[in-house]
């Protein structure tokens, strides 16, 4: 199959804005591997129609910088300052080379064209030279493609070689196409999609009509997408809609996916991101587990072993993110793992079992309940041990005086909140569930003032995209305390934009300073301490709620104020 007819239907799928054309354009492409190529081409179009070359829950990259990309193209005798300056003037390497690749001889002509197959394979072997001598291997590979490319060919190829397709296709719209084509609901497409995370798979199985095969049920060692909760309005509401459940606490911390095939152990994160490496205690504690095959999922906190409490949630990402001198960190930030379900079990999958009979295999693995009402004398105990797995902390009750309790006692301890489950759900990967709720206490919004604007990129290059948001003290000097971008719709941004530029009071490249005038009411997760701050506070995730015009930079909330939440929220106080 010849990547240029497949270039020519990105072009299209590039020019519409559309979604629906996209997806228009996505089925002339399955019907143009049916008619010209074979079921592995298919799987390989997805793949590079999202800028892939590698499945989407495998974590390679391609890895080769622009650098390299400019000294190929150069190789085939277009001028490097000709190429920089085209760059400059179209903003896109893709469009680049094209445009100069046209005023070339065409010898591409002569050679023979590009297959599908000659693109991807060679791309996937460039991804996986390695040594001595490698950038030169790679140089040749990569020459050798731009070689036989024609114009718009060679726009496609720089583009997937930085993996940035520019197409506007994203896996939700190619789900659409193949639920269109194929004739099978998008739900379930998505929710094989959601454990496999290989959206090229999922279409070789449905071209190849191999939709029950092994390959895309839950595999070890391959993340699936976690299934999220809900915020729940309230306790009752929660317990009136599922009679009775099962609450457990909850931590802040990070979520993550533990995979055990003997005494091989991979831990992956909320966003499937391999961080094995950085939590070498809970490798080995996991390891100790005496069941040869398991998936089960927990959030990770940092503990601290004097008070017993979880330590902040940036303790646990210094941990997360830390690549070398792990033991160092180790001994410094303990972490402790509160495991919450389990999805695979020796070769069986659990997601469809109701969650009382995970809960119990969870349970039977570590070898008691960890039961708030029978067992919370041992619990508090042991807040202060050295135990490295856990299992989250139960209640199950349809008696909302007793949940509250329990809900009081969590945040006593330290944590945030509760999980309230429904026992009789199966584990839906990949959505957000009415069967799993989140409830924890809210914090009050803040009036903040907006000092700088950020200049957008992307979708928000027309507008400043974030703000930096502060608040001020007893004598109304200002601090910052973060940057919010969400929470504005199109005309919010089109609006902030002309009230902006009206109070301009310096441009600093990147980003403009601006007169303390407009006042925004903001909601946020959590406050954090924070060293990047004056104050010493900073908002995770804030986001606007509204426009406060009524109100100037004199009645905004004070730094005191921020730390009186901060004190608050989890139970500090
Ligand atoms: P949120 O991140 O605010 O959507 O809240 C849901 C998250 O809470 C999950 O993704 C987990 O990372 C985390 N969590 C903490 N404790 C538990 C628990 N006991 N059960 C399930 N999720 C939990």
Redesign the pocket.
């Known amino acids: 199959m010849l990547w240029k007819d497949v270039c020519e239907i990105f072009d299209k799928i590039e020019n519409t804005t559309k979604r629906l054309e996209k997806r228009d354009y996505f089925i002339k492409l399955i019907d143009l591997v049916k008619e010209k190529g074979k079921p592995e081409d298919l799987k390989k179009i997805c793949y590079m129609a999202i800028g892939r070359v590698y499945p989407e829950y495998d974590e390679r990259e391609l890895g080769i910088g622009e650098k390299l990309l400019i000294n190929a193209i150069t190789s085939m005798g277009i001028k490097k300052e000709e190429l920089l300056e085209k760059i400059k003037e179209t903003g896109d390497i893709g469009f680049a080379v094209e445009q100069l690749k046209s005023k070339t001889k065409q010898l591409s002509l002569l050679l023979s064209p590009l297959t599908v197959d000659d693109v991807y394979e060679t791309l996937k072997r460039v991804g996986e030279i390695e040594g001595e001598g490698s950038q030169k291997k790679k140089l040749r590979l990569i020459s050798s493609l731009f070689m036989r490319a024609s114009p718009i060919e060679c726009r496609y190829l720089a583009r997937l070689i930085l993996e940035d397709m520019r197409l506007g296709m994203n896996v939700p719209t190619i789900l659409d196409a193949l639920s269109v084509y194929f004739n099978v609901p998008k739900e379930k497409l998505e929710k094989i999609y959601a454990i496999t995370n290989d959206i090229g798979l999922l279409a070789e199985k449905l071209i190849k009509n191999e939709l029950e095969s092994e390959d895309l049920k839950l595999k070890l060692f391959r993340p699936i997408k976690?299934m999220?909760?809900q915020l729940a309005p309230s306790i009752e509401e929660a317990l009136l809609e599922m009679g009775k459940a099962q609450f457990?606490?909850?931590?802040d911390g990070a979520?993550v996916q533990i995979h055990k095939g003997g005494d091989k152990v991979k831990i992956y994160s909320?966003r499937l991101e391999d961080v094995t490496n950085a939590l070498p205690e809970i490798v080995d504690a996991i390891k100790k587990i005496n069941v040869e095959e398991l998936i089960v999922e927990g959030?990770c906190v940092a503990i601290d072993k004097q008070t017993g409490k979880p330590r902040p949630f940036q303790d646990i990402l210094r941990r997360f993110r830390r690549k070398y001198d792990i033991g160092k960190m180790m001994k410094e930030i303990n972490l402790r793992v509160?495991l919450?379900d389990i999805l695979y079990k020796n070769g069986t999958s659990l997601i469809d079992e109701e969650f009382e009979k995970r809960r119990k295999e969870l349970e039977d693995i570590v070898g008691y309940e960890n039961d708030w009402r029978t067992e919370r004398e041992r619990i508090e105990r042991e807040l202060k041990s050295d135990k490295i797995v856990d299992i989250?902390y139960k209640l199950v009750s349809d008696d909302p005086k007793e949940a509250r309790e329990f809900y009081n006692w969590s945040l006593s301890i330290g944590h945030e909140g509760v999980?309230i489950k429904n026992l009789k759900a199966p584990y839906t990967p990949g959505s957000r569930v009415r069967t799993m709720y989140?409830f924890k206490p809210t914090l009050e919004s803040l009036d903040v003032v907006i000092t700088k604007a950020k200049r957008g990129m992307g979708k928000r290059k027309d507008w400043y995209g974030s703000f930096e948001i502060c608040v001020k003290d007893e004598e109304g000097n200002l601090y910052p305390i973060g940057y919010v971008g969400t929470g504005l719709s199109e005309a919010d941004l089109e609006m902030l934009k002309e009230e902006i530029d009206k109070i301009i009071k310096r441009d600093l490249g990147e980003e403009v300073e601006v007169e303390p005038k407009i006042v925004i009411e903001v909601a946020y997760e959590e406050i954090q301490k924070s060293d990047k701050y004056p104050c010493g506070y900073a908002l995770r995730f804030p986001r606007v709620v509204r426009f406060r015009f009524d109100k100037g930079k004199d009645d905004i909330n004070t730094v005191k104020d921020v730390e009186r939440i901060y004190e608050i929220q989890r139970g500090r106080k």
């Open positions: 976690p999220l909760a457990e606490t909850k931590y979520r909320r959030e509160y919450f989250s999980m989140k």
